[in-house]
Nanobody, 127 residues
Framework: QVQLVESGGGLVQAGGSLRLSCAAS????????MGWFRQAPGKEREFVAAISWSGGNIYYADSVKGRFTISRGNAKNSVYLQMNSLKPEDTAVYYC????????????????????WGQGTQVTVSS
């Protein structure tokens, strides 16, 4: 069982920055690929970013490319999402997720590829 706990959300003005963190339990974090998803009120959950277990492959949604950066710190069993130039449309609950299959070869954009999810952290961007 893997537990994921997000932190770092909050209220920020448009153009501002936030850094989300996700801390994972377990001794095999370094073998997990990690993703960030978000869900805005009345909308479906959408992919934001993902990083493979090796860190060698990184993926972003087009809507955040160039503004958000995903990274991981295996020594701290954590994954991060640096969010810059925030827009009101970035307002959502942000979730981190763990993909435990080290040999996964499918799409990292699919939520059903991930095995464990955190409870989420609210990000609100005011205009």
């Amino acid at each position: 069982q893997v537990q994921l706990v997000e932190s770092g959300g909050g209220l920020v003005q448009a153009g501002g920055s936030l850094r989300l963190s996700c801390a994972a339990s377990g001794r095999t974090f370094s073998s997990y690929s990690m993703g960030w998803f978000r869900q805005a009120p009345g909308k479906e959950r959408e992919f934001v970013a993902a990083i493979s277990w090796s860190g060698g492959n990184i993926y972003y949604a087009d809507s955040v490319k160039g503004r958000f950066t995903i990274s991981r710190g295996n020594a701290k069993n954590s994954v991060y999402l640096q969010m810059n130039s925030l827009k009101p449309e970035d307002t959502a609950v942000y979730y981190c997720a763990a993909l435990t299959d080290r040999y996964y070869s499918g799409s990292y954009y699919r939520g059903d590829a991930y095995d464990y999810w955190g409870q989420g952290t609210q990000v609100t961007v005011s205009s």
